[in-house]
């Protein structure tokens, strides 16, 4: 029997009750609906609607069916639709006629805006707490490598020297920002929409003052229409993970690019690669690839729920109830390739010699923007200065030799500001010494963007919640 029988002829067609049903996925919020059902029993005892008995007699009776799906003791049915109906037929068998009053005053959609958000602010002090993980990883990481001098690249060619910790800075940056958002989305994702309703509200007086402390929201939802029908946080979540995988992808591919045999800058270890079934000699970064890829399904997440929600009139409507799979989905995601990721990360090895011979690069040239500020401290303006060291690069590449060989004669041969000091401009760790500005790469600075880094990392690590700056 439907919960909805009174005003039903006829039952409802299989092949409609099958597709209309969500508890195939939904049935991952069960806790989050007990709680809220616990909540809501208390309400409705506070505000005279139910007797102090039978408070008592629901709360335990929905206490006892949380531990019993704890233990997976509980049988779901797919004619009860959703883990909302599920819930309240599994109270109903062993409560009888009392589970009928626990649904008074509240709706499945009040009910189901509710445990997502119960669900989501749960799953992203989890995220927070991986991605914080990771950050420290950074720092440990970026700790050792504050003198290993590698090159820094745009249009994935050779430009100027950094080092390998200013590179892993990059990436806690990026990291920070993540976190920043998610404390964003956390922020509005904190507001209580029980005592919606369906969508306009009960006719009881519920006191969602109490029923906010109970669930621990910080505040209430405003709008009743609003409160069923908003998903915003849903996408906001869904945007925040692409960023997040976007980031990931970004270093996954560095490390693919990294570890192949054309760069040979870092080696993957044994327990995070694969072998070929067919080429022995083959180590191959597949799970850096498979990250890689999962980015597409999270973008796909986002994309499906933004169009569900397109065009939807207020209030709720069932086309909602898509935007779980795709969420759900999402969190499991990100947590899979955080959980990989951060161990893969930090039992890489790095080859410190090879990157600092990239960074000087063929023929010395990845010092060719030293080369030209070094003649601008002579007194030749930048343009011309290019011009000079453009044409020594040439000269370098059609002689097959390094910058650091030419005689000062040879180097005079394109401008007379040349003088003896011009080979200390040709060492790769004074270049990088010599990018002292703040953000930028050399030792003295990264130590104190370290030290900064490590600072606001243990702001986010103490409370979560707290934005990042
Ligand atoms: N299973 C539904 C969902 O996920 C719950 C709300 C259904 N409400 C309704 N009136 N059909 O969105």
Redesign the pocket.
């Known amino acids: 029997m439907k919960l909805w029988g009174g005003r039903f002829r006829e039952a409802t067609d299989g092949r409609a009750e099958k597709f209309l049903a ?1 508890i195939a996925f ?1 049935r991952r919020l069960y806790r989050q609906d007990i709680r809220g059902s616990i909540a809501h029993v208390r309400l409705l005892a506070r505000s005279g609607v139910i007797s102090a008995a039978e408070e008592e007699r629901l709360v335990q009776g929905l206490e006892e069916l949380l531990r019993d799906f704890e233990q997976g003791k509980v049988t779901l049915s797919e004619a009860a ?2 883990i ?1 109906l599920n819930v309240e037929t599994l109270l109903a068998a062993r409560l009888g006629d009392l589970a009928q009053k626990l649904h008074t005053g509240r ?3 009040d009910q ?1 805006a509710l445990d997502l958000r119960l669900y989501l602010k749960e799953e992203i002090r989890a995220l927070q707490g991986m991605l914080c993980k990771l950050e420290a990883t950074l720092l440990e990481l970026a700790e050792k490598h504050i003198e290993t001098v590698m090159p820094g690249y745009t249009h994935l060619q050779r430009a100027q020297p950094v080092s390998l910790a200013h590179h892993f800075l990059a990436y806690f940056e990026m990291f920070a920002r993540d976190l920043g958002r998610l404390a964003d989305c956390y922020r509005r994702l904190d507001v209580l929409p029980l005592g919606a309703g369906a969508l306009a509200g009960p006719t009881f007086a519920l006191d969602r003052v109490y029923a906010a402390a109970q669930l621990g929201f910080a505040s209430l939802s405003e709008n009743s229409l609003d409160a069923v029908s908003d998903r915003d946080f849903v996408v906001e979540f869904l945007a925040a993970a692409s960023l997040i995988m976007m980031h990931l992808s970004r270093f996954c591919e560095e490390l693919v690019l990294w570890s192949s045999e054309e760069f040979a800058f870092i080696e993957l270890a044994d327990a995070f690669t694969t072998g070929s079934s067919m080429m022995p000699q083959k180590k191959n970064p597949d799970v850096a690839e498979l990250i890689r890829g999962k980015t597409g399904r999270v973008y796909g997440a986002l994309i499906a729920v933004l169009t569900m929600l397109k065009g939807l009139p207020l209030a ?1 409507n ?1 086309d ?2 898509e935007d ?1 799979e795709p969420l759900f989905d999402t969190v499991d995601t990100l947590k899979a390739c955080l959980e990989v990721f951060v161990p893969m990360l930090a039992s890489m090895r790095v080859d410190c010699r090879r990157l600092a011979e990239s960074a000087a690069g063929r023929f010395d040239l990845g010092l060719a923007t030293d080369l030209a500020d070094y003649l601008v401290g002579k007194g030749l303006a930048f343009r011309t200065a290019h011009e000079v060291v453009g044409r020594l690069a040439a000269f370098c590449l059609e002689q097959q030799r390094a910058l650091r060989e030419l005689s000062l004669e040879e180097f005079r041969r394109f401008s007379p500001a040349f003088a003896e000091d011009v080979y200390q401009v040709l060492d790769v760790q004074a270049a990088l010494a010599r990018r002292a500005a703040y953000g930028a790469p050399a030792p003295a600075r990264v130590r104190e963007a370290l030290a900064r880094a490590r600072a606001r990392l243990g702001t986010w690590e103490d409370g979560v919640s707290r934005e990042p700056g």
Do not use: A
């Open positions: 969500s939904d639709e959703d909302h709706s499945r959609n189901v709720y069932k909602m109830q779980k």
